[in-house]
């Protein structure tokens, strides 16, 4: 090889080495620190890897108990893998800087990388230019995992936000958790004016929902630590509720009930189109149509409904089928979000 060919392969080596090292921090700095949705390509293609592998054993699953437990490894086990993959592509970046500052050889530079990166001492190089290199791979090395360490708090203490809540509806709703059964709490007393610090706190709740699950989306894939509930549901229960008050009864409410409703609504749909969108996901659909239809309340459902809040004594709205119409129309604002969120994360049949 000419001296001028491999000079070019050098410089051509560094530049490429500079460009990924530059984009990996960028993208581990917009993971866990800029306040804001962002998608990064790179942490897209880890989980997107792993989700790959992750869908392939739970399809051979024969019940829904398994795959919840198969699907329940996936974000931590992602979560672990970011920041091999961020230490890798540091690692080959800086490789290909020592090469074309002089090492001799891509296998020493990469050994060098190695060594620095993870501070090992064991590759050493007396040149001055490359040691400032060198001290400043082993920084960003120690960088990349303190960032990722410091984080794991704060995603568990999202998490466990997040869980009490669903905790709570399957108290107050019933096992099944049923929006019916949630109104019937709600007006144990017959009065709906008399629930505002309820619905406040509902609406805190999916406010920091919308918040959380966007900028940092692993916690969407975090699964509830009981196999029947989910985040997802939950969100769904809140909403049905809200709709069966609007559409079914005929009782003075308070202005609460509406703005929670909204915000339901808002959290849903942002987190539909940070997925669909600026991340790109396609879900799998992995349940069964019987795992399918039972997330989803049909005519029958609406039913039982009008019937069980009759015989809780509630005032109806004088016409059943045109309550029914009132309430799908307004499903249809959030019903294609909770269909696209249970088949990506795969949520139970009830909460």
Same mark, same amino acid.
Request: no cysteine.
């Given at each position: 090889?000419?001296?001028?060919?491999?000079?070019?392969?050098?410089?051509?080596?560094?530049?490429?080495?500079? #460009?990924?090292?530059?984009?990996?921090?960028?993208?581990?700095?917009?993971?866990?620190?800029?306040?804001?949705?962002?998608?990064?390509?790179? *942490?897209?293609?880890?989980?997107?890897?792993?989700?790959?592998?992750?869908?392939?054993?739970?399809?051979?699953? *024969? *019940?829904?108990?398994?795959?919840?437990?198969?699907?329940?490894?996936?974000?931590?086990?992602?979560?672990?893998?970011?920041?091999?993959?961020?230490?890798?592509?540091?690692?080959?970046?800086?490789?290909?800087?020592? #090469?074309?500052?002089?090492?001799?050889?891509?296998?020493?530079?990469y050994e060098l990388s190695g060594s620095s990166l993870l501070t090992l001492g064991t590759a050493k190089n007396n040149d001055f230019v490359i040691n400032v290199f060198s001290y400043s791979e082993a920084t960003l090395g120690l960088l990349l995992l303190t960032l990722l360490i410091s984080y794991i708090p704060t995603i568990y203490q999202a998490f466990s936000r997040r869980e009490l809540v669903v905790a709570q509806l399957e108290l107050r709703a019933g096992v099944p958790a049923t929006p019916h059964g949630l109104v019937q709490w709600l007006g144990q007393d017959k009065d709906f004016t008399n629930d505002d610090a309820q619905w406040l706190a509902w609406e805190q709740w999916l406010v920091e929902l919308d918040e959380s699950h966007t900028s940092l989306p692993v916690l969407a894939f975090f699964r509830s630590p009981q196999g029947g509930r989910s985040w997802v549901l939950a969100t769904g229960l809140i909403l049905d509720a809200a709709n069966l008050l609007f559409s079914a009864l005929d009782v003075p409410r308070s202005r609460q009930v509406e703005i929670t409703f909204t915000a339901g609504v808002l959290a849903l749909n942002r987190i539909h189109r940070f997925f669909d969108?600026?991340?790109?996901?396609?879900?799998?659909?992995?349940?069964?149509?019987?795992?399918?239809?039972?997330?989803?309340?049909?005519? =029958?459902?609406?039913?039982?409904?009008?019937?069980?809040?009759?015989?809780?004594?509630?005032?109806?709205?004088?016409?059943?089928?045109? =309550?029914?119409?009132?309430?799908?129309?307004?499903?249809?604002?959030?019903?294609?979000?909770l269909k696209f969120l249970g088949a990506l994360l795969m949520t139970p049949p009830s909460i």
């Open positions: 090889m000419s001296s001028s060919v491999e000079y070019g392969l050098r410089l051509l080596a560094g530049l490429a080495g500079g #460009w990924l090292v530059i984009t990996t921090v960028s993208g581990a700095i917009r993971s866990f620190v800029l306040p804001r949705n962002e998608s990064v390509r790179l *942490n897209a293609f880890v989980f997107g890897g792993l989700r790959a592998v992750f869908d392939f054993a739970a399809r051979r699953a *024969n *019940n829904y108990a398994r795959r919840d437990r198969i699907l329940a490894h996936y974000a931590p086990v992602g979560l672990v893998a970011l920041p091999i993959g961020w230490l890798a592509l540091v690692g080959l970046g800086y490789a290909g800087i020592y #090469w074309a500052l002089g090492v001799d050889g891509f296998t020493k530079s969108k600026k991340s790109e996901t396609t879900p799998v659909e992995l349940r069964t149509p019987e795992e399918m239809a039972a997330t989803t309340p049909g005519r =029958a459902e609406f039913a039982q409904a009008w019937q069980a809040l009759r015989a809780a004594g509630l005032a109806l709205r004088p016409d059943e089928e045109l =309550a029914w119409q009132h309430y799908t129309e307004r499903r249809v604002r959030y019903e294609p979000s």
